[in-house]
């Protein structure tokens, strides 16, 4: 078939399609992980939010299960992977926004070749989920109001003031989902700043940040209200104990690497050194590489107080994806045959490869897991029991 007959929108809903079927027959054969036991404690005990993280995820598992009428594996991850396929259509809408239809295509194939934006938020019951979604539709509504599609006109003038408070919304719902995504904000005027003052005498700018404290509001008066401990662990985190984790920083590097598909990482770093090149760059994408180079700084700086940092910074690669997919449809737009990006087959081959072992995996245990295990985590009490200690006092 040729490129330019080839339907991207249909090619994009096949592989929404077959990636949700995926992930349904995972959510029916896989138990709960750890984590997912600990997050469904939130839908069966709701609070105004939690100990450790905000009330987003135990919330969708109470809409979704009926406040656990149906208790299955499959109906706590269905929030889950409902979520995850609606970020994939977003993803294409965006980068068809800011490029073209292929480049939508690619950016995400990406994404559903990444485990961590494919398993771990778009599957299992964890707050990255319904965090990804909006995530996604702040970044669509932002670049909405920031980038009309006609200038000089009051109709789009309206809408964009209306994009930017719906964009507040998002944010307010993505921060309750996970509060790593409290950094859009600071970016977002960082990239202000830099690149476009003149929107700091929008009024709507304004609004759609008060937007999203206010939907903070359950935050502020469980964490502070009722002086509960939750407010005593986050102080916690940032206690700095005079040495480097630089072991923690490096082990949480792999990780994020591994999880994100170290074939994709290295597409997107390959296609931000295209773009840097580019002797005139499109401002969306200029908002987009701000946006993930800020919260990614944040969260390396955080990781000296604690290693938990490290992992956050997996969501600086969202916005990169957009600058990824619009490379490669560039390469490809002129051949007459409709073909991969070289690098994209041996990503999917990667994807399949790995994701077949971690099923069989499970089924058979034929991989020794102690071997990824230091022995002096067999031997000592999991970490989270020293800051469980140190809030003895409060929990009395």
Not at 185 to 201: E, G, V
Not at 273 to 281: A, D, H, L, T
Request: glycine share 4%; proline share 4%; hydrophobic share 50%.
């Amino acid at each position: 078939m040729k490129a330019k007959e080839f339907n991207y929108t249909k090619g994009v809903l096949t592989l929404i399609f077959i990636s949700t079927v995926i992930r349904i027959a995972l959510a029916l054969i896989l138990d709960l992980a750890e984590d997912e036991a600990y997050f469904r404690t939130f839908a069966l005990f709701p609070e105004l939010s939690n100990f450790d993280k905000p009330p987003m995820i135990g919330w969708i598992i109470q809409l979704f299960t009926n406040n656990l009428y149906f208790n299955s594996e499959f109906a706590i991850r269905l929030s889950s992977i409902l979520c995850g396929s609606t970020s994939m259509w977003v993803i294409y809408i965006i980068a068809r926004r800011l490029s073209r239809e292929t480049a939508g295509f690619y950016s995400v194939l990406l994404y559903a070749t990444s485990f961590y934006f494919s398993i771990y938020s778009s599957l299992l019951a964890l707050p990255e989920s319904p965090q990804t979604l909006f995530y996604l539709l702040s970044l669509y509504f932002i670049i909405e109001a920031l980038f009309p599609r006609r200038k000089n006109c009051e109709e789009s003038t309206i809408i964009s003031n209306m994009a930017y408070i719906l964009a507040g919304i998002f944010i307010g719902l993505s921060i309750l989902s996970e509060f790593s995504s409290a950094m859009i904000w600071p970016a977002i005027f960082i990239y202000l700043l830099i690149y476009n003052r003149s929107q700091f005498k929008r009024l709507a700018l304004y609004l759609s940040l008060i937007t999203s404290l206010l939907f903070l509001i359950p935050l502020y008066i469980w964490y502070f209200g009722y002086n509960l401990p939750g407010s005593q662990y986050i102080t916690l985190l940032f206690n700095f104990n005079g040495s480097f984790p630089i072991r923690e920083m490096v082990k949480g590097l792999l990780v994020v690497i591994v999880l994100n598909n170290p074939i994709n990482i290295a597409i997107i770093f390959y296609s931000i050194v295209k773009f840097n090149k580019r002797k005139i760059r499109d401002n969306k994408f200029n908002l987009l590489i701000t946006i993930s180079s800020i919260t990614a700084i944040t969260f390396l700086s955080l990781s000296v107080f604690s290693g938990i940092f490290i992992y956050a910074i997996s969501h600086t690669f969202i916005p990169l994806l957009f600058i990824a997919g619009d490379y490669m449809s560039k390469q490809l737009i002129n051949r007459e045959k409709l073909t991969l990006h070289p690098y994209l087959n041996g990503s999917i081959y990667l994807y399949i490869t790995l994701l077949s072992i971690i099923t069989l995996n499970n089924y058979t245990g034929i991989i020794n897991n102690n071997v990824f295990v230091s022995k002096s985590s067999l031997t000592k009490p999991l970490q989270i029991i020293w800051p469980l200690k140190q809030l003895a006092p409060y929990l009395k």
